[in-house]
């Protein structure tokens, strides 16, 4: 069972379309991530979030916009994209560790095709 | 920032077998290496991870070890099963992030 929750699965949007993708855990995590993974690659950080407020910010284009509205949900809003960014998107929540560090677990992802 | 290599990319063996892959990473700072097991089109899932404290760390079938020193640590897979196919991704995180290697394709055949 997996306990980071994302939807949609799947989403096939145009360039010039608005869409978020959503994430959700219940497991009293207080960092959560964004991931994009290519086919055959591995995850690629995008975004930390650290008590709800933006940590790391890995030069994301602007046409991603995370946003962290409380402690268990996690939105990414797609505006604009390109073909490029046709990937899977990860989210991943774990404890905020101090040294040392607490597993991510990660979520089924939402897999994004752009036309 | 961190580096970490991962080797080989891609290991065929045989129901059975073991099966050993490897990284390296660059900084000394590193504290905490897991490993994730990534079945295709399914989420990485972690499978076990070792902190820099501990050596050796052994979860049935599947062991990792640490060498501080030479900054390198490997996942090691015993009886290995048909089911054990995926990807394995190393990683290595110190202050900041987790950073991934390349993967290693493991394809076991009955």
């Known amino acids: 069972d997996t306990e980071v929750t994302q939807t949609p699965k799947h989403l096939v949007m145009g360039m010039t379309n608005k869409k978020s993708l959503k994430c959700e855990q219940h497991?009293?995590?207080?960092?959560m991530y964004w991931y994009k993974q290519k086919a055959k690659k591995p995850p690629e950080l995008m975004f930390v979030?650290?008590?709800?407020?933006?940590?790391i910010n890995e030069s994301v284009p602007s046409r991603f916009s995370p946003e962290c509205p409380n402690s268990s949900l996690l939105n990414l809003h797609l505006h604009a994209l390109q073909p490029e960014d046709s990937a899977l998107y990860l989210c991943?929540?774990?404890?905020?560790?101090?040294?040392?560090?607490?597993?991510?677990?990660f979520g089924d992802g939402t897999r994004l095709s752009i036309l | 920032g961190e580096n970490v290599e991962q080797h080989p990319s891609t290991l065929s063996v045989q129901e059975g077998d073991s099966a050993v892959i490897k990284c390296t990473y660059s900084?000394?700072?590193?504290?905490?290496f897991p490993w994730y097991k990534q079945e295709l089109g399914k989420r990485p899932q972690l499978i076990i991870d070792?902190?820099?404290?501990?050596g050796e760390k052994k979860d049935q079938r599947i062991a990792v070890t640490l060498n501080k020193t030479a900054k390198h640590f490997s996942l090691h897979i015993t009886e290995t099963q048909p089911e054990d196919s995926a990807v394995y991704f190393c990683?290595?995180?110190?202050?900041?992030?987790?950073?991934f290697g390349k993967g290693t394709m493991l394809l076991v055949s009955p």
């Open positions: 070792i902190r820099s404290n501990v």
């Open positions: 497991m009293g995590h207080r960092a």
């Open positions: 991943a929540s774990s404890q905020v560790g101090t040294i040392g560090s607490e597993p991510q677990h």
């Open positions: 900084d000394s700072a590193s504290n905490y």
């Open positions: 990683a290595a995180k110190g202050y900041s992030t987790l950073t």
């Open positions: 979030y650290s008590y709800e407020k933006l940590s």
